[in-house]
Structures are given as C-alpha cells and as structure tokens.
Nanobody, 127 residues
Framework: VQLQASGGGLVQAGGSLRLSCVASGRTFNNYAAGWFRQAPGKEREFVSAINWSGGSTYYADSVKGRFTISRDSAKGTVYLQMNSLKPEDTAVYYC?????????????????????WGQGTLVTVSS
C-alpha cells in the first residue's frame, strides 16, 4: 500500500487548505487513518484521525474546531480540511493508515500504531 498526500502550499494566516491522501492498491474502507505533522526542529505530532468505520473522528486540542477529517470511500481518499490557519500550523503533514482491517490495537493518537505512511506535504502559513 502506498499513500500519496497532496494539497499543501503557502497560505496566509486565516486562510484554508484541504489536504488529500490517496491509497493505491486499497481503499480506506475498514481501515483507520490519521494525519500527523512535523514542524522544523520539532517531533512529529498527532493532528487528527478517523476510525476504521468512519464513524468517529479525533483531533488534537490545537486544531479542534478548525480542522475536519473525512473520507470518501468511493474515491479511496481521506481529507483534512484546515480552516483558520495559523502560523504555528506550519509543518510537513503526513497521512498514515493501518495494515490490518478493523484494527482495534493501539491508540489512534500514536504514530506507532500506523503501518503505512505517505511522503508528506508541506503547509506554510504566513503571518
């Protein structure tokens, strides 16, 4: 399984971007997916996740109310809609997913849970 993340770019503070993550060779049906980010000089951190059924979503406190994760089963794509962007949102954003379907082990908030990772897409928010 290969994940391809896209949609990053340069945006002014207060603006919006939508990131996309497409899985080749598989859809996201029955697989959890997450978004993480890594800013320069910092560790990778959790941003958002959606469980394998698509019925539950999770967000870091820093993005709650501004970001929305969703998935389109028909297109095999997971999205991260980012609104009201702030300079501190500047980072490389990575999508990730499980290898096993309907997997309950491990926390959705932990990057150690996920098996497949995309290459990352850079989001830069100017002040």
């Amino acid at each position: 399984v290969q994940l391809q993340a896209s949609g990053g770019g340069l945006v002014q503070a207060g603006g919006s971007l939508r990131l996309s993550c497409v899985a080749s060779g598989r859809t996201f049906n029955n697989y959890a997916a997450g978004w993480f980010r890594q800013a320069p000089g910092k560790e990778r951190e959790f941003v958002s996740a959606i469980n394998w059924s698509g019925g539950s979503t999770y967000y870091a406190d820093s993005v709650k109310g501004r970001f929305t994760i969703s998935r389109d089963s028909a297109k095999g794509t997971v999205y991260l809609q980012m609104n009201s962007l702030k300079p501190e949102d500047t980072a490389v954003y990575y999508c990730a997913t499980d290898a096993a379907p309907r997997y309950y082990g491990g926390s959705l908030y932990s990057d150690k849970r996920y098996d497949y990772w995309g290459q990352g897409t850079l989001v830069t928010v100017s002040s």
